[in-house]
């Protein structure tokens, strides 16, 4: 009974979030932003085109799960915290872009933003389900791969990629991608079982 | 002591049923939700759903907001204070129920 009850609230307190497909086209924006600046960055058109691409993707996901998964909406007071959250992480990726753009540090900035994004938003899941291990997993990835170069290993050069922050951005990319299949998959599998022990009565 | 059985008698009908237990459910945890997510929710037929979202505004638990968006109808379902403090009520007996049973189990067993 209570667990079918916890996966109703989970389900609907954090609907927009497990609707892991929206992630897809922003993992696909950073990862080709990655891949733009590190061979094509002369094309200063290419970025517009992607945003504009994203953007469209995005729109085309928000349809495709109203329609559907439906709608919710969540309470006031918990829109106004991601709302608030959202901001604050944005300015700080742009705060962090421009400190590694000048160099300052042998480290990235911007993938310890990106990873302190990633364990906020999962902070920020009410009743999160042991098994959002792929936050925690990309989190720690992202930091490590931030930090290494304060050990002197330019991983990045490894995998032909000529700066650090555009092999940051391609990871997080693939990760955001990634993160949000599962998040889908998690999405789809909880209804289902709640959906079932409807059914059975076993609530 | 009553014995938890009684008591079940107590608990409120109209919420001891599992759609619309989770309808309310949801609808308790958001400010509100649509018709097609709870029926993806509670896997019921259109009609059924319809049924039991009627029984639960007609006990003035839930709002029903019905429009068109894009010429295509869209029913908003949002839990009236009626409805909270019913559903955490019902949540409340239900645990106080499973102590008395716990309980009432471990006395008959020394008996």
């Known amino acids: 009974m209570s667990?079918?009850?916890?996966?109703?609230?989970?389900?609907?307190?954090?609907?927009?979030?497990?609707?892991?497909?929206?992630?897809?086209?922003?993992?696909?924006?950073?990862?080709?932003?990655?891949?733009?600046?590190n061979f094509a960055a002369g094309n200063l058109g290419m970025p517009f085109v992607l945003l504009l691409i994203t953007w469209l993707g995005y729109g085309l996901i928000d349809q495709y799960y109203a329609r559907q998964y439906g709608k919710v909406t969540t309470l006031r007071q918990r829109r106004i915290q991601e709302f608030i959250t959202g901001i604050l992480f944005m300015v700080l990726a742009l705060v962090s872009f421009v400190f590694d753009s000048a160099q300052v540090l042998a480290m990235s900035s911007v993938g310890l933003v990106i990873a302190a994004g990633i364990l906020a938003d999962f902070w920020q899941n009410i009743s999160k389900p042991a098994y959002s291990f792929e936050a925690i997993i990309s989190a720690a990835l992202i930091a490590m791969l931030s930090l290494l170069p304060l050990a002197g290993w330019q991983w990045w050069h490894w995998v032909g990629v000529g700066t650090l922050t555009n092999g940051i951005l391609i990871l997080s990319g693939l990760l955001m991608i990634g993160m949000g299949v599962i998040g889908h998959g998690r999405l789809t599998h909880t209804l289902k079982a709640v959906e079932k022990a409807s059914h059975e009565q076993s609530i | 002591m009553s014995n938890p059985f009684e008591e079940l008698a107590n608990l409120d009908k109209l919420l001891h049923e599992p759609a619309r237990l989770s309808i309310l459910t949801a609808l308790a945890a958001c400010e509100s939700a649509d018709f097609t997510f709870l029926r993806r929710l509670t896997g019921l037929s259109d009609g059924n759903l319809s049924i039991q979202i009627s029984k639960l505004e007609e006990a003035g638990l839930i709002h029903v907001q019905k429009q068109f968006v894009a010429k295509k109808p869209s029913t908003h379902i949002r839990i009236t204070e009626a409805g909270r403090n019913a559903i955490e009520r019902y949540w409340a007996q239900l645990q106080e129920l499973k102590k008395k049973a716990d309980s009432w189990q471990k006395t008959s067993e020394t008996e």
Request: net charge positive; proline share 3%.
């Open chain 1, 3 to 37: 667990q079918s009850i916890e996966q109703i609230q989970y389900l609907t307190q954090n609907y927009s979030r497990l609707q892991g497909l929206r992630a897809i086209p922003v993992g696909i924006f950073v990862l080709l932003a990655g891949i733009w600046a």
